[in-house]
């Protein structure tokens, strides 16, 4: 496959990964089928069960059981996004460079090693959008704690403290306020730590230095990161929005009531929805990754001279496509079965042996030695 080591526009790497995609789908779309699968499955056995407990054909009790059931399917869940990424992060990488990627090469080269990506993921979610989730929790936490008890949110009918309702407009108020500069504080940090998941799979880091790898090598991008991560939701969600206007559809007809099979109907789409949109982000990063070491370390001469045999393969760059192994061809061929001349045993007999070459010619003071020829 032809590659494109070189320093790439935003056009181009968005090309790029519509190319790349193209031309390995049935790969990555594979890859994500094995989260979007067991999601499908999960989420028809809890709308299975949602409809026992509500036709009443099982204990009321069942309910903590659907409970349950949802946390240990979203804890399973976010396990499966992680290892899709990072196996198509690898195959990203290996196709973007000219190698062959399969579902399972690209799963056997990442599995060994999930509990760092999925650690390095956890890391930098918590560390972008952590003021995000505890401004959140915190009103939360105070509607239950102090607003629900003073009957604020009551019913209309029912008298209620006008104190608590004073002090909770105040709060919402404080919490607008300070959701948008902890947004914008999530939003600076993801596009800090947007490539290192790519450094970690490639280049095999730790988590600590593929997020101190990221912020090097994001640094004079994270606009144009910004701008790619900006327009590939706005296609999933252009997608999803098609894909779903039926269900949105039914629900807004029967006011929130819909039949069993079309929660069902909804979940098989999702299921496609999410196989098929699912590796579009990581292949732009990882794209994203490969320009940022091209334009800061000169990444695309390291390949081709690597490529070229002129350097040690690098440890922290995929290893150079190998050359064909002739060990199994067939010997009868004109390539292989053609006499060497300059042989003396296979030398024609009816031409003088030739004498051997010297391996130095003496021209005055200076030596010049013939260059010897690779092994």
Partial sequence: METQIRPLTLGEILDRTAQLYRSNFLVFAGIFSAYAGVGLVLNLLQLGLAELIKGGHTPSKLSWVLISTALIEWVLLVLLLGAAIAAVSQAVAWVHLGQPATIRTAYSATLPRFGRYLWLMTVTTFLAWIPTALLYLGYFGFIFIYVRPKGVLAHPNTPANSQAAVVLGLVSIALLLLALPAFAYGVVMTLRYALALPACVVENLKARNAIRRSIELSKGARGRIFILFLLIGVIKLGLLLVAQAFFFAAVFKNHGQVAPWVNALS?????????????????????????QRVRKEGFDIEWMMQSAGLTAPDATAPAAPAPPDISHQDVSSPALSHPDLSHPDLSHPDLPPQDPAPASLALGDSEVVPPTEPA
């Fill in 267 to 291: 979940q098989v789409v999702a299921f496609f929805t999410n196989t098929f949109l699912g590796p579009i982000g990581a292949t732009g990063i990882t794209l994203f990754y490969y320009d």
